[in-house]
């Protein structure tokens, strides 16, 4: 059996690889010997950490099945005109422009566990519809991703709304949580509100003081090597708060090391989705409006606070009342495990081999 798996997979991004090492291990569970194929995956470290081993050479005709994995490849980032056709010329090329290579030869593929929407131009929406349409079966992350498709034209019948595939992890019993131990992951750019920046610090002062924070990198040298001097790390070492860093290594090292921290605060989607898969305590600044999607499907949209929003004594509050929340149960694991079974189905009705 040989199986391409697809997705946003152009650099060294912790939630993208760890979301196609998601469905690559659910493909390995089907079939031991299953080759796999990341068809136009870039980075030779990227496709170590998603397959285990170096990207095998293979043509998309080769293939007995294709696999649209995970991720927001489909939803165009919030930003001006010139920002977005930017983002849709790019994803024009990585994600659609070689779709007739699979109508041309019939190749059997799935879309499973993805983000859509809002595209804003017609003719990247135009390749999305084609490509959703001649899926043999389609699982959405969340309930703003199936209504884009189906104002698109997509039959809303043939639309699986499930979650992210990263809810699917759960806790390993033997690492222990270490009370007061927070992970501060905020890569995103500060914006030039100096009220606004002055606040968000004055509030990483405020809690440095009575909890133990570390940096936390979700991509190599995040922190640790930026010279960028608005990078958090440098305007705080400026000011005299000089945090730890806990550097990124790996997919797995980052789920193990992010398992001792009680609480994370992180900009970004997939730090917080694996948070709280382990039952950690969550505090977002969304740097992205998946992230805010994401808050709303849990029912944690007041531990989202967008940075517009961002006062000290704001996030002083939410981040103290994360302790006062008694159910920190993931309650969409058996939402995010209907992924598999989609999976699952599409590799048992592929034609077998003698």
Excluded at 20 to 27: G, P, Q, T
Excluded at 318 to 323: A, G, P, W
Aim: glycine share 6%.
């Amino acid at each position: 059996m040989k199986i391409g798996v697809h997705g946003s997979y152009y650099g060294r991004n912790f939630g993208d690889t760890l979301i196609l090492a998601i469905i690559v291990n659910w493909v390995r569970e089907y079939n031991p010997q299953a080759e796999i194929f990341l068809p136009f995956v870039t980075s030779e470290q990227e496709a170590i950490e998603i397959l285990g081993h170096k990207n095998p050479e293979f043509e998309l005709t080769d293939l007995d099945g294709l696999i649209f994995g995970p991720g927001g490849y489909f939803g165009e980032p919030s930003g001006g005109f010139i920002k977005k056709i930017r983002w849709s010329l790019r994803n024009y090329d990585r994600h659609i422009k070689w779709n007739k290579t699979l109508y041309k030869n019939k190749l059997p593929y799935i879309i499973v566990g993805v983000g859509v929407g809002p595209l804003s131009f017609p003719f990247i929406r135009k390749g999305v519809v084609k490509l959703f349409g001649s899926s043999k079966d389609i699982a959405v992350r969340d309930k703003y991703s199936r209504q884009y498709l189906i104002d698109w034209g997509i039959p809303q019948d043939k639309i699986n709304q499930t979650s992210d595939v990263a809810l699917s992890l759960v806790p390993n019993p033997d690492i222990k949580t270490v009370k007061n131990k927070v992970a501060l992951h905020f890569p995103a750019p500060l914006t030039d509100n100096e009220q606004q920046v002055k606040s968000f610090i004055d509030f990483i002062k405020a809690i440095s003081e009575q909890y133990d924070v570390h940096f936390f990198e979700d991509i190599n040298g995040q922190f640790s090597r930026s010279k960028n001097p608005q990078n958090l790390k440098n305007l705080l070492d400026s000011q005299g708060l000089k945090l730890p860093v806990v550097e990124y290594k790996d997919p797995n090292t980052l789920i193990s090391e992010l398992q001792s921290f009680d609480k994370v605060i992180t900009s970004k989607l997939h730090v917080g989705i694996v948070g709280y898969s382990l039952g950690k305590r969550v505090l977002s600044i969304p740097a992205h409006p998946k992230t805010i999607r994401f808050y709303e499907q849990i029912d944690r949209s007041e531990f989202c606070i967008p940075f517009q929003n961002v006062t000290t004594d704001l996030l002083l509050k939410q981040f103290e009342k994360l302790d006062t929340v008694s159910n920190f149960e993931n309650i969409q694991f058996e939402n995010s495990n209907l992924n598999k079974k989609i999976v699952m189905s599409f590799l048992e009705s592929l034609p077998k081999k003698s």
